[in-house]
């Protein structure tokens, strides 16, 4: 079993920036990828960017290309989600996960509880 506690979240105005970090703990964490993954009210939960176990390759969906930063310490058990230039549809739930696999794409199977993070115009 593997569990993972978000944190970091909280409220910016437009612009700004937030890191949020995932501790993992129990099973193996560095050996598998991880994504981080958001749900805003109403709408499905979606990947918006993941790094494979090393750190050596990423994935970044568009809405957040160029502002977000994914980067991991496996000696920590912590990944990372740098948030820069925050905008008001940014405003979700944010949601670590753990990979079934080393590479991406990967299917994900351990979740965090969440935290909020919220953005005022």
């Known amino acids: 079993q593997v569990q993972l506690v978000e944190s970091g979240g909280g409220l910016v105005q437009a612009g700004g920036s937030l890191r949020l970090s995932c501790v993992a703990s129990g099973r193996t964490f560095s050996n598998y990828a991880m994504g981080w993954f958001r749900q805003a009210p109403g709408k499905e939960r979606e990947l918006i960017a993941a790094?494979?176990?090393?750190?050596?390759?990423?994935f970044y969906e568009d809405s957040v290309k160029g502002r977000f930063t994914i980067s991991r310490d496996n000696a920590k058990n912590t990944g990372y989600l740098q948030m820069n230039s925050l905008k008001p549809e940014d405003t979700a739930v944010y949601y670590c996960a753990r990979g079934r696999t080393f590479s991406l794409p990967s299917v994900y199977d351990y979740w965090g509880q969440g935290t909020q993070v919220t953005v005022s115009s």
């Open positions: 790094i494979t176990w090393n750190g050596g390759s990423t």
